[in-house]
């Protein structure tokens, strides 16, 4: 009989306590330890974050501690598995004399986090720490009681972390804003670009990260405040609240000891997080699950482009905007219907002759004459709800026609890009159908350059190495859009065959100090070294163009030679007929 999960790993706990503390075989653990495993040992208030750091601590102190000790039996414990992972209590009363009952001095507790790697269970986290004996005369009094509320724990633990996971921070919460009249806030917050990474480092180095910002949140708690991770890399945390300044202050704080200096060094990056704070009403009537979700709500609209930690503020607008974004979702599809989506586009110039040579479609969402929706307020929304894949096929379908259009009336055309989602790239007919759009409407391949952000390069790298072997087959050009707002490595540029590299307004905006310079010119340089067009976006003054120009840039795009049009603006202005070229 095939034995499950959790008898798995209660047989080998049962195994590793009997060779580690009853034969003294410091080894059993070793062996048993994950190369990523933290430790909390409570009797020193030692927390040791890598193998290495634990190995050290056993040859100080550990060995000659439990030397010490009389261990005779396992008294309880409590395994909770699930998947790959598994929370483990244990309690190991301590004797002196194991013929005798009262001699028993005190009871040696653990926590363990185990998780499977290669098929084999691993501890991952362990926390120990020894009960003085009246302690332990009360829990043998009420047994019972005691395994019920070890069960509560580990059911309230989060597996990779150690501290609570949602229904432990909503139960703890729940219990402090009964027990005084303090005034809180309820902080819920994600580490930017986190996925980046798991991607970058690898998925053992993101629990590691978690960990690490688990056990510092934990240590910013003060007394009667509690913290947990919700999901993946979403914490929360209800802090007392003074004032915003003094808020401000251990936001900082939390920021600056987010991870430890020795893990920030190995990672050769700053972690920030972004943030909403949702600040608790006196009469506090509300369930703990709607404040998080006003919390969330808040974060949504933290900008994650911006440089460093940020955060805000619940307030009841954010409301009213939520409502507002329920509707646009409620009304996109009768949009489409109606075409209400008008193509727009914006021109890319020469750097040397500013001569406009080619453009990037754009949408813009007008609900009634004269009156438009923001890119920002809808976009983002589509991609949540996925009505961006209608949406994308729709613009498509809009620049096609125009361009055949010019076509038909003699004009010559000029290249144009136009974006395309993440969410289209696992689907396996992606590329055909977009072909067929295409091909309907008898535009030359060459003429369309396929745009994606950044971020897709490195999240979805592999697929984007076919995809680009599949784009240059069909004769489309690939470029990478919005380069400079997150993490893609340089490296990237020389794996994945674009065609261009659209360079962001932010990257361009420290054109103007010496270390923007030299990143802007390395970029250009090794972009023409991968044989690929350099774009620059958001150019808007003359010095930014003169600059560009002295660094090699290729193309620009920005209001200095002109904005978003109309598509039948960009056509008088810009598409030349035949009849007058000649």
Not at 77 to 103: F, H, M, S, W
Not at 263 to 282: R, T
Request: net charge negative.
């Amino acid at each position: 009989m095939v034995e499950s999960p959790e008898q798995c790993v209660k047989h080998l706990i049962e195994d590793l306590i009997k060779r580690w503390l009853i034969e003294k075989d410091q080894n059993a653990l070793i062996d048993k330890l994950s190369d990523q495993c933290s430790w909390i040992n409570e009797d020193t208030n030692r927390i040791l974050m890598t193998k290495k750091e634990i190995l050290q601590f056993f040859e100080e102190y550990y060995v000659t501690l439990y030397d010490k000790l009389n261990i005779c039996f396992i008294k309880d414990l409590i395994v909770r598995a699930a998947g790959n992972q598994a929370v483990v209590i244990i309690e190991i009363p301590i004797c002196y004399d194991a013929q005798t009952a009262k001699q028993i001095q005190t009871s040696l507790m653990f926590t363990m986090i185990l998780q499977k790697e290669n098929k084999v269970w691993k501890i991952l986290h362990l926390h120990d720490s020894l009960t003085s004996g009246k302690e332990y005369k009360n829990r043998e009094i009420d047994a019972q009681q005691t395994v019920s509320e070890r069960e509560k724990l580990a059911s309230q633990t989060d597996s990779v972390t150690g501290i609570l996971n949602m229904d432990g921070f909503c139960d703890r919460v729940s219990q402090l804003l009964k027990k005084n009249n303090q005034r809180y806030v309820l902080i819920k917050f994600s580490i930017k670009d986190f996925r980046y990474i798991n991607l970058r480092y690898g998925y053992s180095m993101g629990d590691i990260v978690l960990q690490n910002i688990g056990k510092n949140l934990d240590q910013s708690c003060m007394e009667e405040e509690t913290c947990g991770r919700i999901e993946k890399d979403m914490f929360a945390m209800l802090y007392k609240y003074k004032n915003k300044r003094d808020m401000s202050e251990r936001l900082e704080e939390v920021r600056k000891r987010l991870l430890d200096k020795n893990l920030l060094y190995e990672l050769g990056i700053q972690i920030d997080f972004i943030a909403g704070i949702y600040i608790i009403p006196k009469s506090r009537r509300e369930h703990i699950k709607d404040m998080l979700d006003k919390a969330l709500m808040v974060l949504q609209q933290v900008d994650r482009h911006q440089n460093g930690s940020h955060y805000l503020y619940y307030d009841d607008n954010m409301m009213k905007k939520q409502i507002f974004h329920h509707q646009i979702i409620r009304h996109a599809s009768t949009a489409l219907k109606n075409e209400e989506f008008q193509l727009y586009i914006q021109p890319q110039f020469d750097i040397g002759s500013c001569e406009v040579i080619a453009g990037e479609a754009l949408c813009r969402w007008e609900k009634e004459k004269g009156v438009f929706i923001a890119p920002d307020e809808f976009i983002p929304l589509f991609e949540d709800y996925g009505v961006i894949l209608e949406l994308d096929f729709y613009m498509l379908r809009k620049l096609c026609e125009k361009m055949w259009e010019w076509m038909q009336a003699g004009r010559i055309i000029k290249p144009i890009s136009i974006n395309q989602s993440r969410l289209h790239i696992e689907k396996e007919d992606y590329i055909e159908e977009f072909c067929k759009v295409v091909d309907e409407y008898g535009i030359p391949h060459h003429y369309i350059a396929f745009e994606l952000t950044e971020s897709v390069f490195v999240e979805k790298y592999e697929h984007m190495i076919k995809l680009a072997k599949e784009l240059h087959e069909k004769g489309f050009q690939l470029s990478i859009d919005d380069f400079g707002t997150g993490f893609a490595s340089l490296n990237l540029l020389s794996v994945v065959s674009a065609d261009i590299l659209k360079i962001d307004k932010n990257l361009l905006d420290s054109i103007h100090t010496k270390r923007g310079k030299t990143v802007l010119q390395k970029v250009i340089e090794l972009a023409h070294q991968m044989e690929m067009k350099v774009i620059c976006e958001g150019i808007e003054e003359r010095e930014q163009l003169k600059e560009l120009q002295e660094l090699g840039c290729d193309w620009g795009q920005g209001y200095l030679v002109g904005k978003p049009i109309p598509a039948e603006e960009f056509e008088k202005i810009w598409i030349e007929s035949v009849q007058e070229v000649t």
